[in-house]
Nanobody
Framework: VQLVESGGGLVQAGDSLRLSCAASGSTFSFNAMAWFRQAPGKQRMLVASITGAGGTTWYADSVKGRFTISRDNAKNTMYLQMNSLKPEDTAVYYC?????????????WGQGTQVTVSS
């Protein structure tokens, strides 16, 4: 699976952004998907994940209530709606596709999209 993120940018605190992750291949719906982020000088961290059918989601405490992960299997695309953005959300955001039998964080990665939130 090849992944391409888009939708990053420079916004002000309190603004919203929607990230997209477009996947190639016919096996998209079988993959659990996730968004990770990596801030300068910090380790990459899991932000949110979603199962193949989209029935189960998980969020890091730091984004719970502000971010929403979703997917459209007909379009081979995953999304991350980010509301009430904070400066601490500034990072490169990566999408990840974990095939069956692989934990989130394994599998394929996109190239990343920069999100910068100014105060």
């Amino acid at each position: 699976v090849q992944l391409v993120e888009s939708g990053g940018g420079l916004v002000q605190a309190g603004d919203s952004l929607r990230l997209s992750c477009a996947a190639s291949g016919s096996t998209f719906s079988f993959n659990a998907m996730a968004w990770f982020r990596q801030a300068p000088g910090k380790q990459r961290m899991l932000v949110a994940s979603i199962t193949g059918a989209g029935g189960t989601t998980w969020y890091a405490d730091s984004v719970k209530g502000r971010f929403t992960i979703s997917r459209d299997n007909a379009k081979n695309t995953m999304y991350l709606q980010m509301n009430s953005l904070k400066p601490e959300d500034t990072a490169v955001y990566y999408c990840n596709a974990a095939p069956p039998g692989t934990m989130v964080g394994g599998g394929s990665w996109g190239q990343g999209t920069q999100v910068t939130v100014s105060s």
